[in-house]
């Protein structure tokens, strides 16, 4: 149901603003975790809509991440509800085969976003028991709003890039970019670049220009957990989820890092140090994920990559480090991560906390009141996602359910007076 509204403006005048009301859950955003949500709800035959601020699904995957990434995990453990990957994929998919993998998804759950959709605001009118969410529409942007009974947050982790403060950045002169803008080290060849975190994409940056013969230098500001990606032939992931199974957490930490020590060495003496705490423990208390290796410590150990500590600040052409060493540098990586940016549109302050994630720790983290949901939030990867969208779409589900048979009784009990009234 799609309406008009003429409202007066004593700068513009008359202008009109258009509104529709959602039958079921409205979901905001079109990635893996939006995605899973939106074909448990059909499975479920809950209707709902889908808005995606960009022109694609996925558009992490299809816009922000580097040509060479694959899935650090198994297909099995990275598969959304309902569909498993083709069989002939890898154990590894590339990027091109994963966002395959979603395009086919949203086709075979009959998945349509409404793309070019930007959430303005969010909030919960106590009024009239309904979600109101603002969007402005597209290259003319044309203001909308939805009007909705249930608000599935599914906008992830890592909708914006996290790029750092540093003193004399500005001044620095060269190509400065995040890693989320990253594509390929082919047009750094012969370059000198600093890759600035030392995560998984920090990791796989520096390989990926040490490959196309440039020069990286990653900074290790703090301490990093780096494991194989594979023991013996088994994936590190998948061993270390079958030992959780039958030991407790801080002794599967501490065989963890004797195994990867066995297979990667002493990798304190390259400036890697690892923290006190383990690497599961670190990643359910603080939501740091392991760096699992594909072959950027082969090239710290050959001095292909250099290590190097934190920065002090940039100056034209060259970076200074809290060593007071000097570098002379080309162009800058920003492996310093993303954020939520759920605080900038959603107007409520009792379900997420200010850093845009659910306040609620795992496994609890994805209902709220009033119909407010949550999906991708719990930093445990696609398979975390994929556990949240299954317990949404029941729990909506169940009362979607009772209340069409209600509907129904009421129709049918309503058919049959029809029916005895026509017959006096």
């Known amino acids: 149901m799609e309406n008009l509204f003429r409202l007066f ?127 402005v529409s597209g290259a003319t942007k044309t203001e909308f709003e939805y009007i909705c009974r249930w608000l599935v947050v599914a906008t992830g982790e890592n909708a914006e890039f996290v790029v750092p403060d540093i003193e004399g950045l500005a001044d620095f002169g060269g190509e400065v970019i995040h890693a989320g803008e990253y594509k390929s080290g082919e047009k750094f060849k012969g370059q000198k670049v600093l890759v600035v975190g030392c995560g998984n994409s920090g990791m796989e940056v520096s390989l990926d220009l040490a490959n ?17 990606r594979e023991v013996f032939g088994k994936s590190t992931f998948e061993l270390a989820m079958l030992m959780m199974k039958w030991l407790p957490l ?41 760096v699992l290796d594909i072959g950027a410590l082969e090239k710290i150990k050959s001095g292909d990559v250099q290590v190097v500590p934190g920065i002090k600040r940039f100056s034209r052409g060259q970076v200074e480090l809290v060593n007071d060493q000097k570098l002379e540098i080309d162009s800058v990586v920003l492996a310093t991560g993303y954020r939520s940016n759920v605080p900038s549109w959603l107007q409520e302050g009792e379900f997420f906390s200010k850093n845009g994630f659910p306040k609620a720790p795992f496994p609890n983290g994805w209902k709220g009141k009033s119909g407010l949901y949550a999906v991708g939030f719990t930093r445990r990867g696609l398979s975390g996602a994929s556990s949240d969208a299954m317990k949404i779409a029941r729990d909506i589900g169940k009362v979607w359910k009772q209340e069409t048979k209600q509907q129904q009784k009421r129709t049918t009990a309503c058919h049959r007076r029809c029916i005895s009234l026509s017959q006096l």
């Open 9 to 135: 403006d004593q700068d513009q005048g008359f202008f009109q603003r258009k509104w529709t009301l959602v039958n079921g859950p409205l979901i905001v955003g079109a990635g893996p975790s939006g995605l899973a949500t939106a074909a448990c709800l059909r499975e479920q035959g809950v209707p709902f809509a889908v808005l995606e601020r960009a022109e694609c699904i996925a558009s992490l995957w299809q816009k922000r991440a580097y040509d060479r990434l694959k899935l650090h995990l198994p297909k099995q453990f990275c598969q959304l509800p309902k569909l498993p990957f083709p069989e002939d994929f890898p154990e590894y998919p590339t990027k091109r085969q994963f966002i395959e993998y979603l395009e086919s998804y949203a086709k075979r759950f009959d998945i349509n976003p409404k793309f070019n959709e930007c959430v303005q605001s969010a909030r919960y009118d106590e009024t009239s028991g309904f979600w109101r969410v603002k969007t």
């Open 212 to 228: 196309h013969n440039a020069s990286p230098s990653m900074v290790v500001r703090s301490s990093v957990h780096v494991l194989p």
């Open 250 to 290: 801080w002794l599967v930490d501490k065989l963890l890092l004797i195994l990867a020590w066995l297979i990667l060495g002493n990798i304190e003496k390259y400036g890697l140090k690892r923290p006190s705490t383990g690497p599961l423990e670190l990643k359910n208390s603080q939501g740091k994920t392991p």
